[in-house]
């Protein structure tokens, strides 16, 4: 090998000397600096041109943000005459009330009008004095009931809450509460009526009682224990697919057991509707006027918020307040739940550039008094919902029955009504005493869908809420829709399903259909949801779950776009957030100011152009929007590339030169394209004059249906 300052090459090596080796380095080093300095003057020629390019972009940006401050107010002012749609929209709402109230009156068909004090005390006191109805007649009397409660509760939802004053809001949830008292009262009585005559429903086979009744509203099952056969086990209901098994001890009593499924839920507590306060302000600095709406703090003991009173027009109270904690269910991270809480605190004031739209807060935050009630094995009725009704599971004591001697028909009459058989049995000796458990096997609804096996739960009368508890045993057959359990005495039992299984949803989309017409899709883990919207109308087209059409029975049917959603989350799909939902669901959260006035100039314009959900809406921050524009006016999908994305604040919209394919979030404008005020005008820009004439001429009753929907599935958000 060479030695130390030796090279080696051919032959032999050659030593280097110091002078060659001083000069070796120098070039080396020169060589080092050179390109070092070559490096540094790079460097400052792309800083310096990066520094130029964000000169000329801010520079651009200023000169397209001052032009779109100098025709602010010609937009908006341009966007209101558009915006009057929803006024005329509520006036002829409004018009439609009153003539429907007067076609009532007019007919004189002797049914009373339920928003009437007079009227429905007075129909209910003449049904109450009649006595001895047969079950047959309570049925079909009930079908009338349950029309004036849903009257009601469509009022409750359909008035704007600025109209409904807070004394006709307890009026109309009395009547609900009293209306349904009465028509279970009516049950009872045809109950024991029949049970009187219990004999003469003897089946032949095994000589017990057994009735069966099926309406559109109720399943009523009713066996009657004639023989007290100690071999008694059990009985099934064959037209109801429904069934028992009794203790030995209870199979040989004077006993009757009633299966009373009501196919709605009449026993969960209403839910109190929020006090919306309307203030009309104009600020100096904005040309439009602004509405400010707040929520005056309730009286101490009161709930804040009802279930469903998300905005102006999808205010509901068929949610009712009551309590489970399964609390490891919950879906959101408790920073975040922190988080959205104090968010939900300084939004007491919700603004909307909008001057005619009447908007509730987005997130209402609970109680504190009210969370600490919430225990085990408490249903949180924010969290879950009943689906399928309620099924009364009763023991009832026999009355005596009618003897036949010699020529008299001879019966014992007892003046204390129906009486329930005490199960198991209230004795001191007997407290701390076990009993056999009631074995209960149901037949679920086929109006219903069930996408989770479902959690059973008792009804507990004192406290007036849903418990889970004292249930047990409990085995699942989806496919047959039946469920099985064991409880360890007679109880009112329902089915309860997570609020928010579709929550929150995997893609949407809203795309015309022709004049006035359009599509709204919305897909979520378990289901393919399309609505259609036609005028003031809306129906259910489809429902796809496992790739198999369900709700036949919804499908097709014409309806209000309130009807639609009552009508949905009863079948089980749940597609419409709550003002509690932001605590289960993990939220996009995205300001009312941005949120609210997206959907109302979306539906402004949704005759003519197609929106949809975006990738970017989660990357976009809580200010700012992002969503898919097209214009649409023809009936063929929408093609990729005929997408555009927008982002809308409420106050500016801006197109984005990113499409839903980039590799990251960027705020970055579309070429040759401008700021505007409004959502319309940007859309505007890009759009053909058959468009914008089509949405000229839109219907303002379309436009409000459309509205409703958006702001009943707040798409933007719980996507």
């Given at each position: 090998?060479p030695g130390?300052g030796?090279m080696s090459?051919?032959?032999?090596?050659k030593k280097l000397s110091k002078a060659?080796r001083?000069k070796?380095q120098?070039?080396?080093e020169d060589?080092r600096?050179?390109?070092e300095?070559?490096?540094?003057?790079?460097?400052?020629?792309e800083?310096?041109?990066?520094l130029?390019?964000?000169?000329?972009?801010?520079?651009?940006?200023?000169?397209?943000?001052?032009k779109d401050?100098?025709r602010?107010?010609t937009?908006?002012a341009?966007l209101?005459?558009?915006?009057?749609n929803f006024?005329?929209?509520?006036?002829?709402?409004a018009?439609?009330r009153?003539?429907?109230?007067w076609e009532?009156y007019m007919?004189?068909?002797?049914?009373?009008d339920?928003?009437?004090p007079q009227?429905?005390n007075t129909?209910?006191?003449?049904w109450?004095?009649?006595k001895?109805?047969?079950?047959?007649f309570v049925?079909?009397?009930?079908n009338?009931?349950?029309n004036?409660?849903e009257?009601?509760?469509?009022?409750?939802?359909?008035?704007p809450?600025n109209?409904l004053m807070e004394?006709v809001i307890?009026?109309?949830?009395e009547?609900?509460?009293?209306?349904?008292?009465?028509l279970h009262?009516?049950?009872?009585?045809?109950?024991e009526n029949?049970?009187k005559?219990?004999?003469?429903?003897?089946d032949?086979d095994s000589g017990n009682?057994?009735?069966?009744i099926?309406d559109k509203?109720?399943t009523?099952c009713i066996?009657?224990?004639?023989?007290?056969?100690?071999?008694?086990?059990n009985?099934?209901f064959?037209d109801a697919?429904s069934g028992?098994d009794?203790p030995k001890?209870?199979?040989?009593?004077d006993?009757?057991?009633?299966?009373?499924?009501t196919?709605?839920?009449?026993?969960?507590p209403?839910?109190?509707?929020p006090?919306?306060?309307?203030?009309?302000?104009?600020?100096?600095s904005?040309p439009?006027?602004?509405?400010?709406?707040?929520?005056?703090?309730?009286?101490?003991?009161e709930?804040?918020?009802g279930?469903?009173?998300?905005?102006v027009?999808?205010?509901?109270s068929?949610g009712?307040?009551s309590?489970i904690?399964?609390?490891?269910s919950?879906k959101?991270d408790?920073?975040?739940n922190?988080?959205?809480e104090e968010e939900?605190d300084?939004?007491?004031?919700?603004v909307s550039t909008?001057?005619g739209?009447?908007?509730?807060?987005?997130?209402v935050?609970t109680d504190e008094?009210?969370?600490e009630i919430?225990?085990?094995?408490?249903?949180?009725l924010h969290?879950?919902?009943?689906?399928g009704?309620v099924y009364?599971i009763d023991?009832?004591?026999?009355?005596?029955?009618?003897k036949q001697?010699k020529?008299?028909?001879?019966?014992?009459l007892l003046?204390a009504?129906?009486?329930t058989?005490?199960y198991?049995?209230?004795?001191?000796?007997?407290e701390?005493?076990t009993?056999p458990?009631?074995g209960?096997?149901l037949r679920?609804l086929d109006s219903?869908i069930?996408f989770e096996?479902?959690v059973?739960a008792?009804w507990?009368?004192a406290?007036?809420?849903w418990?889970?508890?004292?249930?047990s045993?409990?085995k699942?057959k989806?496919?047959?829709?039946?469920?099985?359990?064991?409880m360890n005495?007679?109880y009112t039992?329902?089915l309860i399903?997570?609020a928010?299984?579709?929550?929150?949803?995997q893609?949407?989309e809203?795309?015309?259909?022709?004049t006035d017409?359009?599509?709204?899709?919305v897909v979520?883990?378990?289901?393919?949801?399309?609505?259609q919207?036609k005028?003031?109308q809306?129906m259910?087209s489809?429902?796809i779950?496992d790739?198999?059409e369900?709700?036949?029975?919804?499908t097709?049917?014409?309806?209000?776009?309130?009807?639609l959603?009552?009508?949905?989350?009863?079948?089980g799909?749940?597609?419409?957030?709550?003002?509690?939902?932001?605590?289960?669901?993990c939220v996009?959260t995205?300001?009312?100011?941005?949120?609210?006035?997206t959907?109302q100039?979306?539906?402004?314009?949704?005759?003519?152009f197609?929106?949809s959900?975006?990738?970017w809406n989660l990357?976009?921050g809580?200010?700012?929007v992002?969503?898919?524009?097209s214009?649409?006016?023809?009936?063929?999908a929408?093609?990729?590339?005929?997408?555009s994305?927008?982002?809308f604040?409420?106050?500016?919209?801006q197109?984005?030169?990113?499409?839903?394919?980039?590799?990251?979030f960027?705020e970055?404008?579309?070429?040759?394209?401008?700021?505007?005020?409004?959502l319309?005008?940007?859309i505007k820009?890009?759009?053909?004059e058959?468009?914008?004439?089509?949405v000229?001429k839109?219907s303002c009753?379309f436009?409000d249906a459309t509205?409703?929907?958006?702001?009943?599935t707040?798409?933007?958000?719980y996507?």
């Open positions: 090998p130390r030796e090459g051919g032959s032999g090596g060659e001083l070796l120098k070039e080396e060589r600096l050179l390109e300095e070559e490096a540094r003057l790079r460097a400052e020629q800083e310096a041109e990066r130029e390019k964000d000169r000329i972009l801010q520079e651009e940006r200023e000169r397209l943000e001052a401050q100098e602010r107010g937009e908006v341009e209101h005459s558009l915006e009057e006024s005329w929209a509520r006036q002829l709402k018009d439609y009153a003539h429907a109230k009532h007919q004189c068909d002797g049914s009373p339920p928003a009437v009227e429905i129909f209910m006191s003449l109450q004095e009649n001895n109805e047969d079950i047959e049925i079909e009397k009930g009338q009931v349950l004036l409660i009257k009601l509760c469509f009022l409750l939802l359909d008035t809450p109209e004394k307890i009026q109309y949830q009547s609900i509460l009293e209306l349904q008292s009465l009262q009516k049950y009872n009585e045809a109950t029949l049970l005559k219990a004999s003469t429903y003897a032949s009682m057994e009735v069966v099926k509203n109720i009523f066996w009657g224990n004639l023989k007290k056969n100690p071999r008694f086990k009985h099934m064959c697919e028992f009794l001890t209870v199979a040989t009593s006993v009757a057991v009633r299966i009373l499924h196919h709605y839920d009449h026993i969960s209403l839910q109190h509707i006090k919306l306060h309307l203030k009309v302000q104009a600020p100096e904005k439009e006027l602004t509405v400010l709406y707040d929520m005056k703090e309730e009286k101490e003991g709930q804040k918020g279930e469903d009173s998300n905005f027009i999808e205010k509901e068929d009712r307040k309590a904690s399964f609390k490891d919950t959101i408790p920073d975040e922190e988080k959205l939900s300084k939004k007491s004031e919700i909008f001057s739209v009447q908007v509730a807060p987005l997130q935050a008094k009210e969370e919430i225990g085990e094995n408490v249903v949180d969290q879950f919902t009943p689906v009704g009364l023991a009832l004591k026999l009355p005596p029955q009618a001697i020529n008299w028909t001879m019966v014992e003046d009504g129906l009486e058989y005490p198991p049995p209230e004795s001191e000796e007997t701390d005493a009993y458990c009631i209960v096997t679920l219903v069930f096996e479902p059973v008792r507990d009368s406290d007036k809420q418990r889970t508890d004292c249930i045993d409990i699942y989806m496919k047959e829709k039946q469920i099985s359990f064991d005495a007679f039992i329902t399903q997570d928010h299984l579709n929550m929150p949803y893609s949407w809203l795309r015309p259909n022709g017409e359009l599509l709204f899709t979520t883990a378990f289901a393919e949801v399309q609505m919207i005028g003031n809306c259910l489809s429902i779950v790739g198999s369900q709700l036949s029975h919804l097709g049917k014409w309806t209000s776009p309130i009807d959603t009552v009508a949905l989350k009863k079948a799909v749940n597609i419409f957030p709550s003002d509690y939902s932001y605590k289960y669901v996009n995205k300001t009312p100011l941005a949120e609210v006035t959907y100039q979306m539906a402004l314009v949704a005759s003519a197609a929106f959900w975006s990738k990357a976009s809580q200010d700012q992002v969503f898919k524009v214009e649409y006016l023809k009936t063929d929408v093609k990729d590339e005929d997408w994305l927008y982002m604040n409420g106050q500016r919209a197109r984005l030169k990113i499409s839903e394919t980039s590799e990251a960027s970055e404008l579309a070429e040759n394209t401008e700021f505007h005020s409004t319309y005008h940007l820009d890009f759009a053909s058959e468009a914008i004439e089509k000229k839109t009753l436009i509205y409703q929907l958006l702001m009943a707040r798409v933007l958000t996507s």
